[in-house]
């Protein structure tokens, strides 16, 4: 495989973005799940299919749109998306929740819409759905490594704001930290980051990446440094053994890469039961 | 003892649209006070904390924190705060108590900045005045409601607070816990003299403890020193503080009784 690797740049360009997402999904996911957020990155997903939805339209109606990127009018939607949930939660304080169906159908009915007018796509729109990690291309792949460093970078200069937030709304406001400036960056953050883990698991399976690792390690980590690290680590050994066992069964990568994580989690349940054991 | 006023507030009105929750207080903390706030549920008290913590802006009136207008007070390291322990955290959290203590220097740290080792030492100090040093890498789900609202209280004194606000901290935490917890804060206030101001169920059980009681139901039914309040107690407090007020004997070595709901 290593062989082939260095032989065909599209396996090159899946390895390297398959890593770079096995690295930033879960980092911020551990923030989105102990934030209670894990459905805002369900309803982000299908807003970004509505937006690549609308750019292979555009594609296809005009001329002058032919060759751009959908990837970067997906990142528009569901920074768009991001923006109206806070609204919408503003708007319903006491049923934030709401937000979430209302922008996932509001999403999905969009991109319903621009397929119809396009009178249907070909296998393309198939490959959002559920990944296709070996059409990602170079440009895609630097799109994703930029994202993946301004994430990182990011968190690393504000980790204790967003764990102090994330801890504890109430008392975060309360010591006087700008609250929703932080929360305004992580929104954004949370969007950037669907929209490029998308070429990977694709929309359906998105939030898995997010998710699955932070779940598995949330069972067995002590305090939130090694929460996140655990992650981290789950993630990169779904996407990689995803990756390779997809290669070589001549499987489908994004169904492998979220099974493999299922399976981690299992085992990471398993562990806590015979192992060590808390007060609780 | 009574130096200058560390909260002040002077004819201090709010509403939820049209109920009015407080109506025209004024309120004067003096530095070193320990003021225990009474009063029955939906008396304001929570909506009190939350103006004098900011979350609230107030509609009529004015609050001055250290002399200076709350709109253009800055400095909150000064002001620590311990919420009732089950409204405003998830008890699945993955993080250890020196983490949650080491949170509290967030704000005075300021942005873009480190735990340096003086931080480090700064958390397990208060840690160590809780009495919690020795839980500092378990999570704080592991821990009872007491030990969580004591490193509470330790991610409030890890940023130097001159003034410490409380609200109905002994909510979730064990009966015979209490006691030990209340004497830590009569000890924070007489020998770090911190400014306290805690909103309690349980008057009774601290009124050995505070130097200050004020009764709040909507307006401000009393509001002086403890030897001022026990006289009022037995001349029939419950009179003027409504029905909701039950005077109680406890089982403490002094004879006089508390006010409790």
Known sequence: MIEAILRYEFLQNAFMTGILIGLVAPLLGVFIVVRRLSLIADALSHVTLAGIAASLLLEKKFLMFSGLNPLYMGMVFSVGGSLFIEKLRGVYKHYQELAIPIILSGGIGLGVIFISLADGFNTDLFSYLFGSVTAVSRADLWTILAITITVAIVIFLLYKELFLLSFDEEYAKASGLAAKSIHFIFIIMVALVIAASMRVVGILLVSSLMTLPVAASIRIAKGFKQTIFLSVIFGEISVLSGLSLAYYMDLAPGGTIVIISVFILILAILIKKSGFRKIA | ?261
């Open chain 2, 1 to 261: 003892m009574a130096g200058k006023p560390v909260i002040e507030i002077k004819g201090l009105s709010y509403r939820y649209e049209r109920e009015t929750v407080l109506d025209n207080i004024t309120l004067t903390v003096p530095e070193n006070a320990f003021l225990g706030v009474v009063g029955p549920n939906g008396s304001g008290k929570s909506t009190l904390m939350k103006l004098i913590l900011g979350l609230l802006k107030p509609q009529h009136g004015e609050i001055y924190l250290f002399g200076q207008e709350i709109r253009r007070f800055k400095n909150w390291e000064k002001v620590g705060y311990v919420s009732q322990k089950a409204n405003s955290f998830n008890t699945g959290f993955p993080a250890t108590v020196f983490e949650v203590v080491s949170s509290g220097l967030t704000k005075k740290m300021g942005l873009f900045k480190f735990l340096k080792k003086e931080d480090k030492n700064k958390v397990s100090k208060a840690l160590e005045s809780v009495g919690m040093l020795e839980f500092s890498f378990k999570n704080i789900g592991e821990l009872s409601g007491g030990q969580q609202q004591r490193v509470f209280i330790a991610r409030a004194l890890v940023s130097d607070p001159e003034l410490l606000i409380l609200d109905e901290p002994t909510v979730g935490v064990d009966a015979h816990n209490v006691n030990s917890f209340y004497q830590m804060l009569g000890d924070l206030n007489k020998n770090r003299g911190i400014t306290l101001l805690m909103v309690t169920h349980d008057i009774g059980t601290v009124s050995d403890k505070v130097t200050h009681v004020a009764c709040l139901n909507k307006t401000l039914h009393f509001h002086g020193n403890t030897e001022e309040f026990e006289q009022l107690e037995r001349n029939g407090l419950s009179e003027i503080y409504g029905h909701e007020v039950h005077l109680l004997d406890h089982h403490h070595e002094h004879e006089h009784g508390g006010v409790t709901r």
